[in-house]
């Protein structure tokens, strides 16, 4: 009897916007599915905000190259409502509205409506600029790209399209593992972390630091935002930690805790909120893949143990002396 596969979960987070409105205009996508995140973004020289927030969720849905469970966040109530509420009636209408009058940005909801056959979706409504990391990284990436088109165009007429003029992926990012191992020396205690950044073409380099007073989950989660602070530009990375505590939460956790407000699901506060936010902040830009690293790993896991744990000794003999 033929079993069905479960569907992938992927998280997707889109925004988009003009300035002025209508005029030039961006928008962006951040999707997270298991160990891996992805940014897409594009601009238009002439459109609407409408009309980038429905492209950012198309083309962001577009990206799954196979059927997936899909939640969608958004901070447009057009898209939103558009989606969950009016889009039946405009169609039994022959896709006009309630006053008659043909639906605006037919061709956009008719392509997202060719997605929707693909997914098991889910859309969400969240507020914008409200502190959610990856809403404000969504937005950050259609600003950046409305601005790199103003750039590009400075000087010369830019043609006018549908709204996909321009796509930005991270696919030829320059490639780094980085190898995050921590150590404290007590349930709290002195506490160690160091990470080693290991580049195919370049010298490895390493980060270190310590804490007076530590446990180890907080440590580990050092070590990784402190691997991820010290690139210089915009990475493919591969981040190798023996933590299931982060490995668990970046890959499974950290977009339940965003829906439910930073609490876990006995409704209780989430622990090391504020380092998880570093985290976050310090995945934005960079496409993120996550691996475990056993205790007997490669060479750069055993020299990024040996860092963090003489930093906590160290630290540990500073206390004592």
Request: contains cysteine; positive net charge.
């Amino acid at each position: 009897m033929p079993t069905t596969q479960p569907l992938t979960q992927v998280y997707i987070y889109t925004d988009g916007g003009c300035d002025p409105n209508p005029g030039p205009g961006g928008w962006g996508a951040v999707l997270i599915g298991g160990s891996q995140t992805r940014e897409i973004s594009g601009a238009a020289s002439r459109t609407t905000s409408n009309r980038m927030e429905l492209t950012a969720a198309i083309e962001a849905l577009r990206v799954l190259q196979r059927s997936c469970a899909v939640v969608v966040h958004t901070d447009s109530q057009y898209l939103h409502r558009g989606i969950t509420e009016w889009l039946p009636a405009w169609q039994r209408r022959g896709w006009r509205r309630a006053n008659g009058r043909p639906v605006k940005n037919l061709d956009l909801w008719q392509d997202l409506l060719g997605e929707l056959g693909r997914h098991r979706i889910d859309w969400r409504w969240v507020k914008g600029h409200s502190g959610n990391p990856h809403n404000e990284r969504a937005d950050y990436l259609a600003t950046e790209a409305r601005q790199g088109l103003l750039a590009r165009s400075a000087g010369r007429e830019v043609p006018r399209d549908r709204g996909r003029e321009s796509a930005v992926e991270h696919s030829s990012l320059p490639g780094v593992d980085i190898f995050a191992r921590a150590c404290a020396l007590g349930a709290p205690g002195p506490g160690g972390y160091a990470a080693i950044l290991a580049y195919a073409h370049d010298s490895d380099r390493d980060v270190s630091g310590a804490s007076r007073l530590a446990t180890s989950n907080v440590m580990e989660l050092r070590a990784v935002v402190a691997g991820l602070e010290a690139l210089e530009q915009p990475s493919r990375v591969t981040l190798h930690t023996a933590s299931k505590y982060v490995l668990e939460g970046a890959t499974r956790w950290l977009a339940e805790w965003e829906r439910r407000d930073w609490h876990a699901k006995d409704g209780k506060p989430v622990k090391n909120k504020e380092i998880w936010l570093e985290l976050v902040r310090a995945m934005a830009g960079h496409d993120v893949v996550w691996e475990p690293l056993s205790e007997r790993s490669d060479r750069h896991g055993q020299r990024a143990a040996k860092l963090a744990r003489a930093r906590a000794e160290r630290m540990k003999l500073s206390q004592s002396t």
